[in-house]
T-cell receptor, first 111, second 115 residues
Framework: DAKTTQPNSMESNEEEPVHLPCNHSTISGTDYIHWYRQLPSQGPEYVIHGLTSNVNNRMASLAIAEDRKSSTLILHRATLRDAAVYYC????????????FGKGTLLTVNP | DAGITQSPRHKVTETGTPVTLRCHQTENHRYMYWYRQDPGHGLRLIHYSYGVKDTDKGEVSDGYSVSRSKTEDFLLTLESATSSQTSVYFCAIKKGTGGTGNTIYFGEGSWLTVV
């Protein structure tokens, strides 16, 4: 499975944008880029996913580099509720949706 | 609301006893998954199911068995619990109609302690 590299932790201030990076230099053409987050004592929560084009939804935006070797999850205005571990995951297109989680990025949001 | 109910949510059991965790869904989704999460590790896939009586192993399946006799229930069994199986167990389902519209939703977790 192609691997991802994320910073162990990041800090942000409330109401400011947050850019969470993810490197995936060995990504293959059929790998989808998924982002999940996990709040303390809860199950992971789907955030966004994409293949080649940038994606937006009500929670976040996903910016994918043109060569697809990196991507950035953008939270437009961080809130205290966004403090969580964020996982960047590559999912092979024919994998029965099996997800391989790394250790993710712990995002701290300061009031 | 992911439409997933896990039970029990918390359990303490003794080494060597059998334990069954239940995942129940209300929306007739075909794919269901069991993951475990331990400190220092991300979530790791134990088993998954792609239909009634259709299951397959994941990354860490040793010591676990599963059954799916009906669409709505996916059972995870520890035949003889060991302390190394102390963990948080998450059930997940795949929702969507195909293509890029599919997403995975997770339950709230079952905390299992083996003493």
């Amino acid at each position: 499975d192609a691997k991802t590299t994320q910073p162990n932790s990041m800090e942000s201030n409330e109401e400011e944008p947050v850019h969470l990076p993810c490197n995936h230099s060995t990504i293959s053409g059929t790998d989808y880029i998924h982002w999940y987050r996990q709040l303390p004592s809860q199950g992971p929560e789907y955030v966004i996913h994409g293949l080649t084009s940038n994606v937006n939804n009500r929670m976040a935006s996903l910016a994918i580099a043109e060569d697809r070797k990196s991507s950035t999850l953008i939270l437009h205005r961080a809130t205290l509720r966004d403090a969580a571990v964020y996982y960047c995951i590559l999912r092979f297109g024919g994998s029965n949706y099996k997800l391989t989680f790394g250790k993710g990025t712990l995002l701290t949001v300061n009031p | 609301d992911a439409g997933i109910t896990q039970s029990p949510r918390h359990k303490v059991t003794e080494t060597g006893t059998p334990v069954t965790l239940r995942c129940h869904q209300t929306e007739n989704h075909r794919y269901m998954y069991w993951y475990r999460q331990d400190p220092g590790h991300g979530l790791r896939l134990i088993h998954y199911s792609y239909g009634v009586k259709d299951t397959d192993k994941g990354e860490v399946s040793d010591g676990y068995s599963v059954s799916r006799s009906k669409t709505e229930d996916f059972l995870l069994t520890l035949e003889s619990a060991t302390s190394s199986q102390t963990s948080v167990y998450f059930c997940a389902i795949k929702k969507g109609t195909g293509g890029t519209g599919n997403t995975i939703y997770f339950g709230e977790g079952s905390w299992l302690t083996v003493v």
